[in-house]
């Protein structure tokens, strides 16, 4: 799960989701066909992080309340325990919740800090990046 913890004040807005979404607060979420989507372990473009939960139905898109990223820091659950050489990397999604600080292929999340001791936490704080097309 993705926890807000600066620069978050002021920015929430509601945005639909596309159909068939499971979200639960702390998802990251991604742009789909105009609608937003629960971000996965391949996703490169992470915008906006979901502030509660919303299923949809496979008709109808709901709103969800949800903080854009960009210039947000995040307290991120990971997939594993985190080394102190992860400090300082991009790491990508594990799933729509979680980081998975060993994984570089995507670079989705800047890892700033390990909370808690490393070889031990499951926890960081970082940043969303944004993705840039080549």
């Given at each position: 799960?993705?926890?807000?913890?600066?620069?978050?004040?002021?920015k929430?807005?509601?945005?639909?989701?596309?159909?068939?979404?499971?979200?639960?607060k702390?998802?990251?979420?991604?742009?789909?066909?105009?609608?937003?989507?629960?971000?996965?372990?391949?996703?490169?473009?992470?915008?906006?992080?979901a502030?509660?939960?919303?299923?949809?139905?496979?008709?109808?898109?709901?709103?969800?309340?949800?903080?854009?990223?960009?210039?947000?820091?995040?307290e991120?659950?990971?997939?594993?325990?985190?080394?102190?050489?992860?400090?300082?990397?991009?790491?990508?999604?594990?799933?729509?919740?979680?980081?998975?600080?060993?994984?570089?292929?995507?670079?989705?999340?800047?890892?700033?800090?390990?909370?808690?001791?490393?070889?031990?936490?499951?926890?960081?704080?970082?940043?969303?990046?944004?993705?840039?097309?080549?």
């Amino acid at each position: 799960m993705f926890y807000p913890q600066l620069y978050d004040d002021g920015k929430l807005v509601k945005i639909p989701l596309a159909v068939s979404q499971t979200i639960v607060k702390g998802d990251a979420l991604v742009w789909a066909g105009g609608y937003l989507a629960a971000a996965g372990a391949t996703s490169e473009d992470i915008r906006y992080v979901a502030m509660e939960a919303v299923t949809t139905s496979d008709v109808q898109h709901t709103e969800c309340l949800v903080l854009p990223v960009m210039e947000v820091r995040f307290e991120a659950d990971c997939d594993g325990v985190v080394s102190i050489v992860d400090r300082g990397t991009y790491a990508d999604l594990a799933n729509k919740a979680q980081i998975n600080p060993d994984a570089t292929l995507e670079k989705v999340f800047m890892i700033e800090e390990i909370v808690g001791k490393e070889e031990v936490s499951k926890t960081v704080r970082g940043y969303f990046v944004r993705f840039t097309a080549t």
